[in-house]
């Protein structure tokens, strides 16, 4: 079982910057892909970032390509979202996700993952 904690979520302004983090208990994450996902008022969740098992490589949505950076610290047992040059629709409840088996092709589903946080938000308004 893994228990994931994320934080970071605020208030912030269009071109401000956030990092978020999960922390999790339970099992170390060196062999979990973990992703992030969004979801704002009225839609789906959707994938933002993944890292891969290991570290073997990292994924993005087109939408957080060239801002947003997924990064983890193993000896801290967390993974981090870096998210610069913030813009409104980036508005939404940010959650993180993790699981062992998740294959290439499914990093970006949701229902790839069975472990959840309970989400951080995060509102990007002037």
């Known amino acids: 079982q893994v228990q994931l904690v994320e934080s970071g979520g605020g208030l912030v302004q269009p071109g401000d910057s956030l990092r978020l983090s999960c922390t999790a208990s339970?099992?170390?994450?060196?062999?979990?892909?973990m992703a992030w996902f969004r979801q704002a008022p009225g839609k789906d969740r959707e994938f933002v970032a993944g890292?891969?098992?290991?570290?073997?490589?990292?994924h993005y949505a087109d939408s957080a390509k060239g801002r947003f950076t997924i990064s983890r610290d193993n000896a801290k047992n967390t993974v981090y979202l870096q998210m610069d040059h913030l813009k409104p629709e980036d508005t939404g409840v940010y959650y993180c996700?993790?699981?062992?088996?998740?294959?290439?092709?499914?990093?970006?589903?949701?229902?790839?993952?069975?472990?959840w946080g309970q989400g951080t938000q995060v509102t990007v308004s002037s």
């Open positions: 996700a993790a699981d062992r088996s998740v294959i290439l092709s499914s990093v970006a589903s949701a229902s790839a993952y069975v472990f």
């Open positions: 339970g099992r170390t994450l060196t062999t979990y892909t």
């Open positions: 890292s891969r098992r290991n570290g073997v490589s990292t």
